[in-house]
Structures are given as structure tokens and as C-alpha cells.
């Protein structure tokens, strides 16, 4: 149990001081005059857009529990699930390890809605597949669209091999659709039996996630400059590596990781441009939902607490002694 309990956070730690340091070899002859001018060039517009594009992608994260409570066939009023959601995600983004952090926070609220344990644990498995999902269905088509996205960091991938996966990539994933629709038997691995999920859930997984992660890297696109820029298409898919890589390191926030894959990924750009970029989506759709979350989680815990603990009864209790 030590050994695990310290297992991910040497990780996350040792993740930040390895990007750390490699992003500080990329990044010598940065200063900070140079990031505040970068940060100075984003027009009102851009900051409009970038901030609009973090309340498409938040919007879009409720779309992930609503589809894992309709897999259940459990209704839970819309207003709690997109609170739960926006909570579980804002503070599963900063903390790191996502899946572990988020549960806690999934757990408190929804066992409060009458969801046993193993329910709720088939629900944090299903947003987590829905994500992994969305993420393999936006890359398989930026690899197949934008081959030569591979080419940025180095040439160990051909072009050739890079359309070569995004339709491997798109195949599998047509399979499972067909899988759905087909109601084939459970897979089964082990004495584990997995149940493909009906179409009228399988169908907005394919919506939802792409939704959200198009609205996350939207907000990088529209706090970079024109000159340099890939196009958004270029700039999803170095954000789907660099977030995928932070999710695994389970850096807290991907600090280092999407820093360092974003600078190597865009060369012909002014790495301070960048990395002013990098602090804006930190600052939207890190930061800020991050404050918001703790607010909501003392006012649910508080509100927990006292309905578990009525002041009568407390009263009663001291009237008693």
C-alpha cells in the first residue's frame, strides 16, 4: 500500500523535473519582457474567442457523465450533473492522476443521489473510454488529413505510416460502432465480460469528447498569432500528444509536459508567443475552473455536513450531557 500511495506522485514529479529541464534547454534565450509582449499581441477578440471556446469544451465535459448515467439508465437532474462534472474535472486537470482524484469527487456526489459504489465505478469507466475515444477518433482523422504531423518531431514515423495508423486507428473504431448497432456478444477477457454500449450511447460518445477537445485546444489556437501558425487542424493534434502524454505522466496540470511538446511541435514559431499561449489555456481552462471547483466543493460539503448533522439534534445532544 506505500509503495502505491507514493507511486504516482513520484511519477507526476519526476515527469515535471525531466520536461522541466528539457524545456529549459528549448527555452534559454526566452525572457520575460519577450512573453509579456506575446501575451500584450493576443487581441480582445482572441481572448473573447479563447474564453468561449473554455465554455464549449466545460459544456461538453457534462456530456460525459449524462452518457455514462444513460448507459446505467440512471436519471440524475441535469443541473447536478454538469456541477458534479465541471467539479470532477477542474480539480482532476490540476491534481493529476484524473482517474483517482475524480472519483473521490464523483463518488461524494453521486452516492448522495443514490448510486451504489459499483455503479459509480462504471460510470468513471465509461468517461474515461468516452475520452480515450474521442481522443483516438480526432487523432485518427488529423493523422490521415495532416500526415506530416509526425514529421515535427523528428522523422521516426514516415508519412506513409502516419496515414497508415489514423486508418487503423478509424477502422477500430468503425468496428465498435458496428459492434453496437450489430448488439454483438459481450467480449469477454478473462472472467470479464464487456458490454457494448447501446447506439443511443455509443453515438454522442462520438460527439461529445471531439466537442470538448476541440473546444480545449480552441482555446491554444486562438491565443497564438498568425504568423508561424500550422493551422487548428496542426494545433489539435500537437495538443491531443501533449495532453494524452500529461494525462499518462499524471504531471499535476501537465506542468512541463504540454510546455515542451508544444514548443517542439511548433519550430517556426516564436517559442514566446508559445508559451504565452500555453498561460492563457492554463489560465482558462486550468486555473480559474480550479478556484470555481473549491468554492463548489466547500458549499457541497457544508451542505453534506449539515444535513447529516441537523442543529436540533445537535442541540439535543449538548441538552442531554
Known amino acids: ?28 534565450g526566452l525572457s520575460l519582457d519577450d512573453l509579456w509582449l506575446s501575451l500584450e499581441a493576443i487581441s480582445s477578440t482572441h481572448w473573447m474567442l479563447a474564453g468561449l471556446s473554455t465554455l464549449l469544451a466545460y459544456a461538453a465535459l457534462a456530456g460525459y457523465d449524462r452518457i455514462a448515467l444513460m448507459h446505467l439508465g440512471r436519471k440524475v437532474d441535469w443541473w447536478f450533473i454538469t456541477i458534479c462534472s465541471f467539479t470532477t474535472y477542474a480539480l482532476s486537470h490540476n491534481v493529476g492522476a484524473s482517474v483517482f482524484s475524480g472519483a473521490v469527487v464523483r463518488y461524494r456526489a453521486y452516492s448522495s443521489k443514490g448510486l451504489t459504489p459499483a455503479e459509480i465505478g462504471v460510470l468513471i469507466a465509461i468517461c474515461s473510454f468516452t475520452f480515450v475515444l474521442g481522443t483516438l477518433l480526432l487523432a485518427g482523422l488529423v493523422l490521415v488529413i495532416e500526415p506530416d504531423l509526425t514529421e515535427r518531431f523528428g522523422d521516426v514515423v514516415p508519412v506513409e505510416a502516419s496515414t497508415g495508423t489514423g486508418l487503423v486507428i478509424l477502422f477500430l473504431i468503425a468496428l465498435y460502432v458496428a459492434a453496437s448497432f450489430l448488439k454483438l456478444r459481450p467480449l469477454k477477457i478473462g472472467s470479464i465480460s464487456i458490454f457494448y454500449p447501446a447506439p443511443r450511447v455509443v453515438l454522442p460518445q462520438l460527439i461529445i469528447a471531439p466537442v470538448e477537445l476541440v473546444g480545449a485546444a480552441g ?33 499535476p496540470g501537465g506542468l512541463g509536459v504540454l510546455e515542451l511538446v508544444f514548443v517542439m511541435g511548433l519550430p517556426d514559431m516564436d517559442p514566446a508567443d508559445v508559451i504565452a499561449a500555453l498561460l492563457v489555456f492554463r489560465l482558462f481552462y486550468l486555473l480559474i475552473p480550479f478556484a470555481m ?20 439534534v445537535e442541540r439535543g445532544k449538548r441538552e442531554t450531557s
Open 219 to 251: 482555446i491554444i489556437y486562438f491565443a497564438l498569432p498568425e504568423a508561424g501558425n500550422p493551422g487548428f487542424l496542426v494545433v489539435l493534434g500537437i495538443f491531443l500528444i501533449s495532453f494524452s502524454a500529461a494525462l499518462i505522466s499524471h504531471a
Open 1 to 28: 500500500m506505500t509503495f502505491k500511495k507514493y507511486l504516482w506522485p513520484t511519477i507526476g514529479g519526476l515527469t515535471i523535473a525531466l520536461s522541466a529541464w528539457l524545456l529549459y534547454k528549448e527555452l534559454r
Open 293 to 312: 471547483a473549491l468554492v463548489v466543493i466547500l458549499v457541497f460539503e457544508r451542505s453534506r455536513f449539515r444535513a447529516e448533522h441537523p442543529p436540533d
